[in-house]
C-alpha cells in the first residue's frame, strides 16, 4: 500500500539536543511538507520541499533544519535553538507544490522536550 | 499573511443530528480542502473543491466552494458517533505559492 510512513509515534529528548524526524513516502510525490500542531492551533508550516535538493522555510522556520537527499524521504532537525520544540508534528506529501493537488498526511509524531 | 476563520471552534450533538461548519477568509481561494483528524493521528482528506460554486458530496458529507471564492462550508448530515474528531479546512491562494492555508478546526463531540 502507498502511504507515508512517519517514525517514531512517540518521541522523548532533553532539553538542549537535535532529535531528528523521519518522514518517508512511497507515493512518487514531488512536494513534501513539514508541519507542526499545537493543541487548539491549525497546522503550521515549518518547512516544504518541491524537488529533490530544493527545500523552502515555511511561516515557522526557525529552530528547525530538513534534507531532501531523495525523493522518498524528507526528514526534519528539531535542533536546541528552537524554543518550544514539544508538539506533534505532521509530514505530508502531494503530486506537486502550488498545483492545488491535496496533501496526504501521515500519522504524526508526538514530541516531548523536558 | 493570509487568516482563515474556521467556526464553530467546537461541537456537542446528538447522534443523528445535521452538524455544519464553515471557512471565510479575506482572501481569493482557488482550491478548498476538508480534512478530518481523530485524536493522535494525522488528517485525512474528505473532500476537494477547486471551482467557484462547486457542491461536493462524500456519503454523508458535502462540501461547498463560496461564490465569493472566499468561503467554504462543509455539512455532515445524519452524525454517528465515528463522526467524532477535529475537521480542518485548509485553502490555496492565487499568491501563496503553493503553501496552503489551515483553519483552527472545528472539534465535533457526538453523543448517544
Known amino acids: 500500500d502507498g502511504g507515508i510512513t512517519q517514525s517514531p509515534k512517540y518521541l522523548f529528548r532533553k532539553e538542549g539536543q537535535n532529535v531528528t524526524l523521519s518522514c518517508e513516502q512511497n507515493l512518487n510525490h514531488d512536494a513534501m511538507y513539514w508541519y507542526r500542531q499545537d493543541p487548539g492551533q491549525g497546522l503550521r508550516l515549518i518547512y516544504y520541499s518541491q524537488i529533490v535538493n530544493d527545500f523552502q522555510k515555511g511561516d515557522i522556520a526557525e529552530g528547525y533544519s530538513v534534507s531532501r537527499e531523495k525523493k522518498e524521504s524528507f526528514p526534519l532537525t528539531v535542533t536546541s535553538a528552537q524554543k518550544n520544540p514539544t508538539a506533534f508534528y505532521l509530514c505530508a506529501s502531494s503530486i506537486g507544490a502550488g498545483d492545488g493537488s491535496p496533501l496526504h498526511f501521515g500519522n504524526g509524531t508526538r514530541l516531548t522536550v523536558t | ?112
Open chain 2, 1 to 112: 499573511g493570509q487568516q482563515l476563520n474556521q467556526s464553530p471552534q467546537s461541537m456537542f450533538i446528538q447522534e443523528g443530528e445535521d452538524v455544519s461548519m464553515n471557512c471565510t477568509s479575506s482572501s481569493i481561494f482557488n482550491t478548498w480542502l476538508w480534512y478530518k483528524q481523530d485524536p493522535g493521528e494525522g488528517p485525512v482528506l474528505l473532500i476537494a473543491l477547486y471551482k467557484a460554486g462547486e457542491l461536493t458530496s462524500n456519503g454523508r458529507l458535502t462540501a461547498q466552494f463560496g461564490i465569493t471564492r472566499k468561503d467554504s462550508f462543509l455539512n455532515i448530515s445524519a452524525s454517528i458517533p465515528s463522526d467524532v474528531g477535529i475537521y480542518f479546512c485548509a485553502g490555496l491562494t492565487t499568491d501563496s505559492w503553493g503553501k496552503l492555508q489551515f483553519g483552527a478546526g472545528t472539534q465535533v463531540v457526538v453523543t448517544p
